[in-house]
């Protein structure tokens, strides 16, 4: 069966559906421009490394907040209006930094882009099960990471252009970002609010401490936990890869910002390809290799002088990252099919770990004086979730 079959309708106003919703996973990837941007305000504010590491780590505090009530708002609401709405609060964040480029300024922005994220990955995940068949999932969701992954892969080229040609970007420099991803997201909002969903009738009713007392069960805790460390993964490198350049090759930031290309170029390859290797081999298999490529990644960032090494390391994290979430989030949700959109906002909850990790990884390369204590404090992460591959299930 084509993986944009539904249960319900064919596959021509399956495709008409699809396409704006993978336009809302581009703008789902708006979000991971807060390492290159990090780095830039870094420089311009001349922060330390712990005090620049609270924009990452203030964008994914509020998944902690925002992502069960978004699960119960699902519930009242619908998923395609919590997504629009999400779309609204991304479009306003990334419009705030035209006003200045302050500390305070910068953080307004991240807080509402974190919000907006955390609204929209909540809602935007569940809406696709209501496009697709069960067993597509984990390849479909791993094509919307790909989508997602190339709007992540262009933030570093355009701050790098934005900030080489200032002539060309209206004095903006590399904050060019943030209008042009903006506008992009208002076409969202329009293409999807003129798209009809129909979408499955709503969970039960359930408050916060029922969707919380999900975590009770064990699998579903181990998911969590799971996503927490890919996500601390994910923006650990995205923050690091330029660091580990500039402190062992003295290079500027704006000349190191393509490690963080490195990484996201591979990590879209691996999203594109493993939305086709999932329809053929089963997710345990393809994680556990995926997880091994980020084993010997954290070992060549870690001890390797060598600029090549270091590349191969970036792109190596970069693959084995690629599908994580999107099998982690696919085992969670078939799981528990009659409560996917409280389990949804669980596992959204665990993006919390993109705080958690980035403020760790800034006091111990603070520590350290070096990037190593970063390295070593992405390597947790790697371990477990070397661990879970032994309990992944087969659907």
Not at 43 to 69: C, G, M, R, T
Not at 331 to 348: D, R
């Amino acid at each position: 069966m084509n993986t944009l079959q539904t249960k319900n309708m064919g596959g021509k106003s399956t495709l008409l559906q699809f396409l704006p919703v993978m336009l809302c996973f581009f703008a789902m990837g708006f979000v991971d421009l807060v390492g290159t941007a990090t780095n830039h305000v870094q420089e311009d504010l001349q922060l330390s490394d712990s005090e620049a590491s609270l924009f990452p780590s203030l964008v994914f505090f509020w998944f902690l907040i925002f992502s069960v009530p978004t699960g119960m708002l699902m519930n009242k609401i619908g998923r395609k209006k919590t997504v629009l709405i999400s779309l609204v609060i991304t479009a306003l964040s990334l419009f705030i930094p035209l006003f200045g480029e302050s500390y305070y300024i910068m953080l307004v922005a991240f807080s509402l882009l974190g919000i907006g994220n955390a609204l929209m990955q909540t809602s935007l995940n569940p809406l696709v099960s209501n496009l697709i068949n069960p067993d597509k999932l984990a390849s479909t969701l791993t094509f919307g990471q790909f989508v997602k992954a190339i709007a992540s892969f262009c933030a570093p080229i355009i701050a790098s252009w934005g900030a080489t040609y200032v002539g060309y970007t209206f004095g903006l420099g590399w904050r060019v970002l943030f209008p042009l991803y903006g506008v992009i997201s208002i076409l969202s909002i329009s293409m999807l609010a003129a798209t009809p969903i129909k979408e499955e009738q709503p969970d039960k009713a359930s408050g916060f401490f029922e969707c919380i007392k999900l975590l009770g069960n064990p699998f579903i805790l181990l998911c969590f936990i799971g996503i927490m460390c890919h996500v601390g993964i994910d923006v650990g490198t995205n923050v690091t890869a330029p660091k580990i350049l500039i402190e062992r090759h003295e290079l500027l930031p704006k000349e190191a910002d393509y490690a963080t290309s490195i990484y996201f170029a591979f990590r879209t390859a691996g999203c594109l390809l493993g939305a086709f290797i999932l329809r053929f081999v089963s997710p345990k298999k393809f994680f556990a290799f995926s997880v091994v490529l980020m084993v010997i990644a954290m070992i060549l960032l870690g001890f390797c002088q060598n600029i090549h090494l270091i590349h191969v390391g970036l792109a190596l994290v970069g693959f084995g990252n690629s599908n994580i979430f999107s099998i982690i989030f696919a085992q969670a949700l078939n799981s528990m099919p009659n409560e996917k959109n409280e389990v949804s906002g669980l596992m959204i909850m665990g993006l919390f770990g993109g705080t958690i990790f980035p403020l760790a990884m800034g006091y111990a390369s603070d520590y350290t004086a070096s990037q190593i204590g970063a390295v070593a404090v992405m390597s947790v992460g790697v371990v477990y979730l070397l661990l879970y591959t032994l309990k992944i299930k087969r659907y």
